[in-house]
């Protein structure tokens, strides 16, 4: 419209030609311990923030994949077909070979084993090809493994340099840094262990609590002191006799004011 109030009008109609398609970029051979999950649950909104998936022009995309077998058992291999399309239509996909890696079990402490000591060393087993191991430690309590490994070692031992907490169950998992020669072979740079747990063993704590003195006390007399015995450990027990004079005896000694 001009400014004598001429109009004209057309009709333009715009068409995308040749849009490009997403980019999946997965690895072509996973290895995946034993016990782990099996199935990759991701939606393409989590391999986006990954970094795994995008798309030069920010479409919305649907990932899905289709296992060449049903039946997934340790020691077995296995390839995974990937497919992921845009709502253009356009679509990508790749193959990945996984191998679900034979049941591994650690030296010390046993996988699943309670009342462990607090200052128990880890040990797990070598691995054909490993040049180092990387050690990860964690509460079960929490959302993920840590980023970061506890230790970088060339030995398969670990012994902690502060005592673990008492009543806790930990988790654990070793990667396996191979060599130059292994890592052509099998082309991959690391092979996970399975994640293995154990739980610390429990301590009883006794407390004296309420300790109850008379105000005055002179030399020659009898006096009554009254104290109540409390456990704020983690562990229950059963007061015997001999305990109670145990801790009768300490506060007794306890009480005893050295002369000048």
């Known amino acids: 419209m001009d400014a004598a109030g001429n109009i004209a009008s057309v009709m333009q109609t715009l068409t995308f030609s040749n849009p490009q398609p997403p980019v999946l970029q997965l690895p072509t051979r996973l290895l995946l311990p034993c016990g782990d ?14 970094g795994l998936l995008s798309h030069p022009c920010n479409r919305s995309m649907n990932v899905s994949y289709l296992d060449s077998i049903e039946q997934k058992l340790c020691g077995k291999s296995f390839t995974r077909y990937w497919s992921v399309i845009d709502d253009c239509g356009n679509s990508v996909g790749i193959q990945q070979a996984i191998k679900i890696l034979e049941l591994q079990m650690p030296d010390q402490p046993q996988d699943g084993q309670v009342n462990v000591d607090l200052n128990k060393m880890l040990k797990w087993p070598h691995y054909p090809g490993a040049v180092e191991s990387r050690l990860y430690i964690w509460l079960e309590n929490d959302l993920a493994r840590p980023s970061m490994p506890n230790l970088a070692t060339t030995s398969l031992t ?23 020669e292994s890592d052509n072979l099998l082309n991959v740079t690391n092979v996970p262990s399975p994640i293995w747990g154990f739980e610390t063993r429990t301590y009883a704590d006794f407390s004296a609590s309420m300790v109850i003195v008379p105000v005055e006390a002179f030399s020659g007399q009898d006096l009554t002191v009254s104290w109540q015995v409390e456990n704020i450990g983690s562990r229950e027990v ?5 305990m109670m004079r145990f801790i009768y005896l300490l506060v007794r000694i306890l009480m005893v004011v050295p002369e000048d």
């Open 158 to 180: 670990y012994q902690p340099s502060t005592p673990y907490t008492p009543n806790t169950r930990y988790l654990w998992q070793v990667e396996y840094i191979l060599s130059s």
């Open 37 to 50: 999950p099996i199935d990759d649950l991701r939606s393409s909104q989590e391999l986006v923030e990954d």
């Open 238 to 242: 059963q007061y015997q006799p001999g």
